[in-house]
């Protein structure tokens, strides 16, 4: 899936967000990225994490959770995804090609293909 | 809709408009519109429908479905659903659900209220009209949103009870989901009265519904005073690898008549997966009515079954759906007729959310229809 792979690579992208971008543990971000990729695109297309700001994702999370079955981890996980990729910093990570470089060591990633960043262009988040 | 209903939905309507003023209250004295605890979302279409054949006969119509979301503080979260849609003159409203759910475990929510049931996958979970790749439901499932109702197997399902839902996370991105539920269950349908808004949710009315060969006509959700002991018990066990495969299998079994004898049992097994750009979706309803005729207790069976493939290319995607309900029998012997719809549709997808729909479906027992639909989630 396209969109499940750009999960992948914002998710890892994150990880070179300067601390203090995000404010979140970058490891968390990669989890809830995975998270994200692996659960929200199952009954409907993604849904642009711009959409919503954070206190709407923290409740919207909710309702998909009791919807998708997911654990009290998993939604954690995917908010916290979800508040650090819905400001255009998070964003920026994407198709800026420096910034993979200087990815630490990437524990959640199966694939990370930072090369391929870079030639992406600016994505909604939602495969659109 | 019953007395009970319409007063939960206006309630939930007085709620929101409640909270509107209190918003516009707030936007004057210069505070934030929206509340942090609080979201308004939901989805609405706009449809037309021309019959094709025969005589030309064309319409519009339009719903929208507003959801309210409310984080009641800790782990609690009140999710509310109301549609407004058109019916010939009138406009109907409709809760489809307003629940109580309780987040706070780790692998189990609990929830309490009148939420759609679990049953199946179209109900709980494909019948938005932002979701749903048709401008109609497959013709297992009642009222389609925008869509066009049409003589089906079961309504849309939404009921008043408690339920649990389970997540088991498996090995490499396998895992198992569980909800249970015990519901208010159905009800026997007075056919005479006739659904006050052109909306009720009843199986089995109509000319070839089961009480024309005289099953009683069975109601969902509609029997907010029980009318009988028996709750509706069910529950649906589903197994999911990632984002692109999951089958479920569904089952509830309730007593529908005041005299607490007369059974009936669903089942259904359903069926999601894609590769790569090609989405496969299907389902099969099983329903056994056991309903007494004279001295004796003969079980009605009624079935079908819809597959739908879809192919996503660039923005479009092309839909192709065959529902067929197969002849209804009592011990072995048909008594009610079965039918089928082709559905071919192509879709536009302006963005993730926003799909224009154009459909034609070609049915073998009545005329073919042309259909538009533009679907917004918003």
């Known amino acids: 899936m396209k969109y499940v792979s750009k999960a992948f690579l914002l998710g890892i992208s994150l990880l070179a967000l300067p601390a203090g971008v995000s404010g979140q543990d970058p490891a968390k971000v990669a989890e809830g990225a995975r998270t994200w990729a692996q659960n929200c695109t199952r009954c409907h297309n993604a849904r642009s994490p711009l959409e919503r700001n954070d206190s709407d994702w923290a409740i919207i999370v909710g309702h ?7 654990t009290k981890r998993q939604a954690t996980m995917i908010t916290i995804y979800l508040q650090t990729i819905n400001r255009p910093e998070g964003f920026q990570v994407l198709v800026t090609p420096e910034a993979p470089e200087e990815t630490p060591a990437a524990p959640a990633a199966k694939d990370p293909k930072p090369d391929k960043a870079g030639k992406k262009k600016p994505v909604s988040g939602s495969g659109f | ?83 407004f849609g058109l019916s010939g003159e009138a406009t109907t409203t409709t809760l489809e659900y307003a629940q109580i759910d309780y987040l706070g475990f780790e692998r189990v929510i609990i929830t309490a209220g009148k939420f759609m049931i679990p049953f199946g996958i179209f109900g709980d979970r494909l019948h938005p ?33 408690v339920m649990a839902r389970f997540a088991q996370p498996l090995q490499s991105g396998w895992s198992l989901n569980l909800s249970l539920y015990a519901t208010q269950g159905p009800t026997l349908v007075d056919e ?26 069975v109601g969902f959700g509609i029997a907010f005073d029980d009318n009988n002991k028996n709750k509706m018990i069910g529950g649906r066990l589903g197994l999911v690898k990632g984002p692109n495969f999951e089958v479920n299998f569904s089952a509830f079994n309730a007593m529908y008549d005041e005299g607490n004898y007369q059974s009936y049992n669903a089942h259904a097994v359903s069926l999601q997966w894609r590769l790569r750009s090609v989405e496969f979706k299907g389902e099969y309803v099983h329903l056994m009515q056991e309903f007494q005729s004279d001295q004796t ?24 759906r065959w529902s067929q309900l197969l002849d209804g029998t009592i011990d072995s012997e048909a ?44």
Do not use: C
């Not at chain 2, 197997?153 to 008043?160: E, Q, R, V």
């Not at chain 2, 819809?306 to 996503?312: E, F, G, K, S």
């Not at chain 2, 559905?343 to 229809?369: F, H, M, N």
């Open chain 1, 64 to 70: 998909m959770r009791a919807r998708a079955n997911l």
């Open chain 2, 1 to 83: 809709m019953s007395r009970i209903n319409k007063k939960v939905t206006a309630a939930v309507a007085g709620g929101l408009l409640l909270s509107t003023l209190a918003t516009a209250a707030a936007a004057q004295d210069g505070t934030p519109l929206t509340r942090a605890n609080m979201v308004l979302t939901g989805y609405g279409s706009a449809t037309y429908q021309a019959a094709l054949n025969n005589e030309f006969a064309n319409n519009f119509t339009a719903s929208i479905s507003p959801i309210f979301l409310y984080n009641m503080g800790g782990d609690v979260l009140f999710e509310a659903e109301l549609e």
């Open chain 2, 129 to 161: 009209s932002w979701i749903n790749k048709l401008p109609t439901p497959p013709l297992l499932f009642g009222h389609g949103h925008g869509g066009v109702a049409e003589g089906s197997l079961l309504p849309l399902l939404s009921d008043a009870g």
């Open chain 2, 192 to 217: 005479t009265a006739g659904g006050e808004d052109g909306h009720g949710d009843e199986h089995g009315a109509g000319e070839d519904g089961p009480a024309s060969i005289g099953a009683p006509a």
């Open chain 2, 297 to 320: 207790f003969p079980t009605l069976i009624t079935s079908g079954y819809y597959v739908q493939l879809a192919r996503r290319i660039g923005r479009w995607e092309p839909v192709v």
């Open chain 2, 335 to 378: 008594v009610l007729p079965g039918k089928e719809i082709l559905a071919l549709g192509l879709d536009y997808w302006i963005d993730a959310t926003i799909p224009v729909k154009l459909a034609y479906e070609v049915r073998l027992d009545a005329d073919d229809s042309l259909l538009l639909q533009w679907a917004f989630g918003f």
